[in-house]
């Protein structure tokens, strides 16, 4: 081998590395395709226990006034 052939020899060598990335990153992924995913049932889990227990403090709809909210004719009285 002479000189000449270290890049060559460089080049193969990374494109070796870049396949077994390629083929591991793969492997892990038909393996694991089959599992269930714990993580989503959690957060399943939670987004069920977000939901409000009570109904929110709004303005009242009954009487059309919100409650910091005087009288239109305060000023008379």
Do not use: H, Y
Not at 32 to 40: H, I, V, Y
Not at 67 to 76: C, S, V
């Amino acid at each position: 081998m002479s000189a000449e052939d270290t890049l060559a020899v460089c080049m193969l060598f990374v494109l070796l590395i870049s396949a077994g990335t390629l083929l591991t990153i793969l492997f892990s992924m038909m393996r694991n395709a089959g599992r269930k995913d714990e993580l989503a049932d959690l957060l399943k889990d939670d987004e069920a226990s977000t939901e409000p227990e009570i109904e929110p403090v709004g303005p009242d709809e009954e009487s059309g006034q919100l409650p910091w909210e005087k009288d239109a004719d305060w000023w008379r009285e």
